[in-house]
């Protein structure tokens, strides 16, 4: 098959896929693409890990357009969903059908104290500027003895900008937590130098020599970023696309022989509450 011919073939493709909306397909795509996206896929094999630790009521801290809700929903009797208004109305994830249950402005989180068993927070709090006052927040409205799971990066490119501003190791992590009354149980690193290494050479080729940016949003990928508008340039796509998939084998590969400690996309932490809340405090161990 000729270039010019699989490019055409490409776009009947992308067609039906993204303007028609053909959910089988729409589907085989997205499957695929998350399984080369590595930090996608890492971090949803780690949040699978951790989700039988939730139970009972659950808050999804900057939940978007609840896209973890399905490994969670299995292990709690509810599940509730907010987001600061104002950036969930700036980000792609505001185009999707699933919405937050609950909207909200300022830093506080409108909920009582204790009301929740479980609060969820994945990938927010970079995009935090006081990351202390958010942690208390979501200790504030956890019940005594309930459980915290967090995820946040610790190598990862800027996005969301200009609100990305921090991030972090497990040891931060701890600190911040147990300034909360929060204790960490558990530590679930997410992905190694390998699959890192890898993760970055295929973003810099899907988003920056292929384009693809506005086609992964289409699929319901990147909705933590605002609304992309560049064409892709499908013409690189028969030489991009089969490159990005081999670096995806290789580094999953790379990771499972040589895997590494001291490099990771990130980590997911489960915390539970102790109660009390201190300042200044040595990290738990």
């Given at each position: 098959?000729?270039?010019?011919?699989?490019?055409?073939?490409?776009?009947?493709?992308?067609?039906?896929?993204?303007?028609?909306?053909?959910?089988?397909?729409?589907?085989?795509?997205?499957?695929?693409?998350?399984?080369?996206?590595?930090?996608?896929?890492?971090?949803?094999?780690?949040?699978?890990?951790?989700?039988?630790?939730?139970?009972?009521?659950?808050?999804?801290?900057?939940?978007?357009?609840?896209?973890?809700?399905?490994?969670?929903?299995?292990?709690?009797?509810?599940?509730?969903?907010?987001?600061?208004?104002?950036?969930?109305?700036?980000?792609?994830?505001?185009?999707?059908?699933?919405?937050?249950?609950?909207?909200?402005?300022?830093?506080?989180?409108?909920?009582?104290?204790?009301?929740?068993?479980?609060?969820?927070?994945?990938?927010?709090?970079?995009?935090?500027?006081?990351?202390?006052?958010?942690?208390?927040?979501?200790?504030?409205?956890?019940?005594?003895?309930?459980?915290?799971?967090?995820?946040?990066?610790?190598?990862?490119?800027?996005?969301?900008?200009p609100h990305d501003y921090f991030r972090y190791t497990p040891h931060g992590l701890r600190q911040l937590c147990s300034e909360a009354g929060l204790v960490i149980e558990h530590v679930e690193q997410v992905g190694s130098l390998w699959s890192l290494l890898g993760h970055k050479?295929?973003?810099?080729?899907?988003?920056?020599?292929?384009?693809?940016?506005?086609?992964?949003?289409?699929?319901?990928?990147?909705?933590?970023?605002?609304?992309?508008?560049?064409?892709?340039?499908?013409?690189?796509?028969?030489?991009?696309?089969?490159?990005?998939?081999?670096?995806?084998?290789?580094?999953?590969?790379?990771?499972?022989?040589?895997?590494?400690?001291?490099?990771?996309?990130?980590?997911?932490?489960?915390?539970?509450?102790?109660?009390?809340?201190?300042?200044?405090?040595?990290?738990?161990?």
């Open positions: 098959m000729n270039n010019e011919h699989a490019l055409s073939l490409f776009t009947v493709q992308c067609s039906i896929v993204i303007s028609s909306g053909s959910e089988v397909m729409r589907r085989a795509v997205r499957g695929i693409s998350d399984w080369v996206d590595l930090q996608w896929s890492l971090l949803y094999r780690a949040l699978e890990t951790v989700a039988p630790r939730a139970r009972g009521k659950l808050l999804d801290v900057g939940c978007g357009d609840k896209q973890f809700e399905c490994i969670f929903r299995p292990h709690v009797d509810e599940y509730l969903g907010i987001e600061r208004e104002g950036t969930f109305e700036s980000t792609a994830a505001n185009l999707a059908r699933s919405r937050p249950d609950c909207l909200y402005e300022g830093d506080r989180l409108p909920f009582n104290d204790g009301s929740f068993d479980t609060v969820l927070s994945i990938q927010v709090l970079e995009h935090t500027p006081d990351p202390r006052k958010l942690i208390a927040e979501m200790a504030r409205v956890l019940n005594k003895g309930g459980t915290l799971i967090l995820a946040a990066p610790f190598s990862f490119r800027l996005h969301e900008e050479l295929n973003s810099y080729l899907a988003f920056h020599v292929a384009r693809i940016g506005s086609a992964a949003q289409q699929l319901g990928k990147l909705g933590y970023e605002s609304p992309r508008r560049t064409r892709p340039r499908l013409w690189v796509l028969p030489v991009v696309a089969p490159a990005i998939l081999a670096i995806a084998a290789i580094a999953r590969a790379m990771d499972w022989i040589f895997f590494d400690r001291e490099e990771a996309f990130g980590f997911v932490v489960v915390a539970s509450h102790t109660g009390t809340r201190r300042r200044g405090g040595t990290m738990a161990k």
